[in-house]
Every structure is written in C-alpha cells, then in structure tokens.
Nanobody, 122 residues
C-alpha cells in the first residue's frame, strides 16, 4: 500500500486544518494512524482509527480538538484539527497498521506517507 498525505499548511493559533491521507496500491483492512514529529522530538501517535471506524484513539494533548475519520470507499483517512496551538507545529505522517485494529506503536505500522508540514503561529 502507498500513502499520500496532504492538507498541511500555515495557520494562526485557534484555527483549523484538515489533513487527508489517500491510500493506493494493495489497500486492505488496515487500521490507520496519524503521527507527528516536531524538531528534535520523537515521533508520536496523535490519533488512530480501526478499519471499521468504530474505534478511535487520541493522544491526551489533542483530545477534544482533533477528530480522525475514514472513508473506506475512497481509501482515505482524515484528521480534522481544530483549535490549533503553536505546540501542534510538526510534520504529520499518516500510516497503515499491520492489522485492522488500533495500534499504538510506530513499529506496528507497515506503510508511511511522506509527511505534511503543519505550522501554527501564535
């Protein structure tokens, strides 16, 4: 499976962005995740969604502000980001998990998108 993430950009604090991740190739019943990596920091899981869409996970830092969703008919996963803060500034990556459920470790993801930059100004 190949993943392409897009939708990043520059936004003021309090603003919103919607990231999209399109899958192509050998798409399957993958759980999906959005990770982010800020300069000098480790990559962290921001949100994840099971293949069915019935289960989701959010990091504490984004709960109530971000929403992950998916459209399996379009092989696309979304991350709606609201009330953005400067500390949300990072490169955001989408990833496909090894199985169809929620995976919390980056090691359990088998395919990665190229990353899209999100910059939140104060």
């Amino acid at each position: 499976v190949q993943l392409q993430a897009f939708g990043g950009g520059l936004v003021q604090a309090g603003g919103s962005l919607r990231l999209s991740c399109a899958a192509s190739g050998r798409t399957g019943n993958y759980g999906m995740g959005w990770f982010r990596q800020a300069g000098g920091k480790e990559r962290e899981l921001v949100a994840a969604i099971a293949w069915s869409g019935g289960r989701t996970y959010y990091a504490d830092s984004v709960k109530g502000r971000f929403a992950i969703s998916r459209d399996n008919a379009r092989n696309t996963v979304y991350l709606q980001m609201n009330s953005l803060k400067p500390e949300d500034t990072a490169v955001y990556y989408c990833a496909a998990a090894l199985f169809s459920g929620i995976e919390y470790s980056a090691a359990r993801y088998i395919a990665w998108g190229q990353g899209t930059q999100v910059t939140v100004s104060s």
